[in-house]
């Protein structure tokens, strides 16, 4: 069975900081795994995905996840908080196209 | 990209009432659709999963009589709450998604609020 676990589920930074939002998966396969962002009262917006390949993963608005095999990890980071980001995130796991979401980390960005 | 219609993005209605949510796929064919709750500052759950001209798998737990799902076109899924109650008040999200590594496009929720 797979399984997603975001450590944290409140982060808050100043604007500006480095944002880590942490990651944790379970799976008895090669998982794919994904960051989603929700914004209030919004559905989810991708923010990137691993499925294999290199490890060190870009999306959009300045984020990137590396996926670590040896610490089944997939931790989300941008070197530099908007107050835009201020947002619900999500980390999911899926091997069959059905998505496993982890808890949420709520971040917020103070000015 | 793909892009995910959702409607109707919030609704109130009166206990016992069926509501229908629809979910369209505008510009690709979505074969597989799935059905998320969401309740507040919580994870999404996935309620069921639907495949075009067949039954939709309900996850364990969930009422299949109550939340009637239909997907009879590659561009169109339903979910029904049938005789809806408070405790049906929820936020409702479809996805869609196949079989590969692709990642699910979603519609931009249903808030559902039952007097």
């Known amino acids: 069975a797979q399984s997603v676990t975001q450590l944290g589920s409140h982060v808050s930074v100043s604007e500006g900081a480095l944002v880590l939002l942490r990651c944790n998966y379970s799976?008895?396969?090669?998982?794919?795994l994904f960051w989603y962002v929700q914004y209030p009262n919004q559905g989810l917006q991708l923010l990137l995905k691993?499925?294999?390949?290199?490890?060190l993963v870009k999306g959009i608005n300045g984020f990137e996840a590396e996926f670590k095999k040896s610490e089944t990890s997939f931790h989300l980071t941008k070197p530099s908080a908007h107050m835009s980001d201020a947002a619900e995130y999500f980390c999911?796991?899926?091997?069959?196209?059905?998505?496993?979401f982890g808890q949420g980390t709520t971040l917020q960005v103070k000015p | 990209g793909a892009v995910v219609s959702q409607h109707p993005s919030w609704v109130i209605c009166k206990s016992g009432t069926s509501v229908k949510i629809e979910c369209r796929s505008l510009?690709?064919?979505?074969?597989?659709m799935f059905w998320y709750r969401q309740f507040p500052k919580q994870s999404l759950m996935l309620m069921a999963t639907s495949n075009e001209g067949s039954k939709a798998t309900y996850e364990q737990g969930v009422e299949k009589d109550k939340f009637l799902i239909n997907h009879a076109s590659l561009t169109l899924s339903t979910l029904t709450v049938t005789s809806a109650h408070p405790e049906d008040s929820s936020f409702y999200i479809c996805?869609?998604?196949?079989?590969?590594?692709?990642?699910?496009?979603f519609g931009d929720g249903t808030r559902l609020s039952i007097l």
């Open positions: 999911a796991v899926s091997n069959t196209g059905k998505l496993i």
């Open positions: 510009d690709f064919q979505a074969t597989t």
């Open positions: 691993y499925t294999t390949g290199a490890t």
């Open positions: 799976s008895s396969v090669p998982p794919y």
């Open positions: 996805g869609t998604g196949d079989f590969d590594n692709q990642p699910q496009h």
